[in-house]
């Protein structure tokens, strides 16, 4: 006798992040039924903090503007950036992927959501075979007040500006006083805020708008969100899983799911006891929500699934603050006038590359321990001319200065000492680097080389947009930690986001998609939404998959009731 259910649906979802809510729309729109699961007291998820960027290649905007990408020059690209990194990143994985992620955006298309496509965003290796610009999609700006009470409950990052503003915005914030083009685009900006706000409009940014978009076509659909209510355990008949366990209002619940269960709750970032055991940093630097507690990783190896890619996550260099706390880095690192030094007063890395590349080189300064403390360091005129942070060109903050944030010098020597660098190493990087900066060529590490540098770089410093000699004091430095976007091991599963075993086989009723699973972009960073463009993608196949085998289940039992 099978155990009783206090509650019986089609597909029940754990995680109420993008790629949760998206088989859960998958789900209903095919008009059966779904439930979401979610922990936390918000939904959405770390999606909901993110840029809301989606890396979806050769999708309908690119094919409406004729941008000439095809599934084989994606393909070829992926091949060229990820290499060979065992099943996670298998051939079978990439085609789907790359086959279904127009459909996925075609999908949300026509369930309602207004997607603006970042034409000028560069893929991160642009300069390999079938890198291009301009793969990425986004949800544009959205009226929070069309979630109703919703809204209330949506996850939000401390600090997130509710400003009308996509990623096709974010590049012209730091050169706002510099160039044409950056200060246009900040206007526009600014100006969209102020009009969204006199007209009564709540504007939702980035992932908020994504999620809010995937919130509003929840809603429509009446699908059920359950906050507060973490997964405890899987339940598994017959060598599959047929429903799970939960912890709601307390008390334990079992949920049935005919179709199957998706899970989607993300990853292991904010537990550190697994992360001291699989990685070299602990989840004090991480950038996540709160909720990324790795119980959906937890109870599939409970039932022997396989996992890929532990060891690995989401890589960037982010600033530590006085109070512990991080914040993620990408264009202040770029921008000309500063370098990245080690301990020695070395460069180890191009400043201005993906994210995952110079988190894996901090990584790398002491391979297996602690990471040894690394050190932004910048002349007078980067902290002039470039915003940093939410701080305007040449408006520092005192209590960065007084806290200890950021130190600042007359003499690189001086600055090397306040620091703990080595002077003598500090002293003759920069005297090198300054010569690569006037040649407008990194003889080292290649920096201003491709597109994607370029992206982040200022385009009236000639003759490199993001090389300028650091020779102006008073000399400022900021020290760098490597943090992450979550990691990005998980549970093993195959083209159609089914979790497999250990022996490779496959674990009937069971899917996964997003930071639970071992990533398809294995140990690299793609593009512009590489993880939510997996994560959704998958979530649109496994819900799919799941449906598929639940609907022929039903119809050959009618076939056989009629016979």
């Known amino acids: 006798m099978g155990p009783t259910w206090d509650h019986e649906t089609d597909l029940v979802v754990v995680g109420s992040g993008a790629a949760g809510m998206l088989a859960a729309i998958v789900a209903a729109s095919r008009g059966q039924r779904t439930i979401v699961v979610e922990r936390e007291p918000t939904w959405g998820g770390t999606s909901a903090w993110s840029g809301g960027g989606l890396w979806m290649p050769n999708n309908p905007l690119m094919q409406r503007d004729g941008a000439g990408d095809s599934p084989e020059k994606a393909l070829t690209y992926m091949d060229a950036c990820i290499g060979e990194v065992g099943p996670a990143s298998s051939p079978e994985r990439r085609k789907a ?9 075609q999908f949300l298309a026509d369930e309602g959501v207004n997607w603006v496509r970042a034409e000028e965003y560069p893929d991160y290796y642009p300069d390999r075979p079938g890198g291009m610009i301009g793969r990425g999609v986004e949800a544009d700006v959205l009226d929070g007040n069309k979630l109703g009470d919703m809204r209330k409950t949506l996850a939000a990052m401390d600090g997130m500006p ?45 992932g908020n708008a994504l999620l809010g978009s995937l919130g509003i076509i929840a809603q429509r659909h009446r699908i059920p969100i359950w906050l507060e209510s973490p997964m405890v355990e899987l339940v598994e008949e017959n060598g599959g899983v047929t429903g799970i366990v939960v912890e709601r209002e307390g008390r334990r619940e079992r949920v049935r799911a005919h179709a199957g ?27 996540v929500s709160p909720g990324d507690q790795g119980e959906a990783i937890l109870a599939g190896k409970r039932i022997k699934a396989a996992t890929a890619l532990m060891d690995d996550a989401w890589w960037g260099a982010s600033f530590l603050h006085p109070d512990g706390s991080t914040s993620f880095s990408v264009h202040e690192r770029s921008m000309p006038g500063c370098i990245l030094v080690g301990p020695d007063g070395q460069r180890f890395c191009n400043e201005s590359a993906s994210y995952i590349d110079v988190g894996h080189a901090m990584l790398e300064l002491n391979p297996g321990g602690d990471p040894p403390p690394t050190w932004l360091i910048m002349d007078a005129r980067h902290r002039r001319r470039y915003m940093f942070g939410q701080a305007l060109p040449g408006q520092t903050p005192k209590e960065w200065f007084t806290s200890g944030f950021m130190k600042k010098a ?3 020597r001086g600055l090397a000492e306040q620091c703990g660098i080595d002077p003598d190493g500090l002293e003759a990087a920069v005297q090198r680097f300054n010569g690569f900066a006037r040649a407008g060529r990194d003889e080292d590490f290649h920096r201003g080389a491709t597109a994607y540098d370029n992206y982040y770089g200022d385009a009236r410093n000639k003759p490199n947009p993001n090389l300028l000699p650091i020779e102006r ?10 943090g992450d976007l979550g990691t990005k091991g998980g549970l093993l599963t195959d083209e159609h986001a089914r979790v497999l075993r250990v022996d490779g ?59």
């Open 162 to 206: 509710a400003m009308a503003l996509t990623t096709r915005s974010v590049q012209y914030l730091p050169v706002a006083f510099r160039t044409i083009k950056g200060f246009l685009g900040t206007t526009r900006m600014m100006l969209r805020t102020l009009w969204w706000r006199l007209t009564g409009r709540d504007p939702l940014p980035i």
């Open 505 to 563: 086989s496959v674990i009937r009723g069971l899917y996964a998609a997003g930071n639970t699973t071992a990533s398809v972009m294995g140990r690299t960073y793609p593009g512009p939404g590489s993880t939510l463009g997996p994560s959704t993608t998958f979530a649109f196949l496994g819900a799919q998959h799941a449906l598929d085998v639940l609907l022929l289940g039903v119809q050959q039992e009618k076939q056989e009731v009629s016979a």
């Open 473 to 482: 004091g008073p000399f400022l430095a900021a020290r760098m930690v490597p």
């Open 97 to 105: 992927y790359v086959a279904t992620a127009p459909k996925v955006v």
């Open 261 to 287: 269960v998706m899970l989607t709750a993300g990853g292991f970032a904010k537990n550190s006891s697994m992360r001291r055991k699989y990685q070299p940093v602990g989840g004090e630097y991480t950038s």
């Open 410 to 412: 007359d003499t690189l």
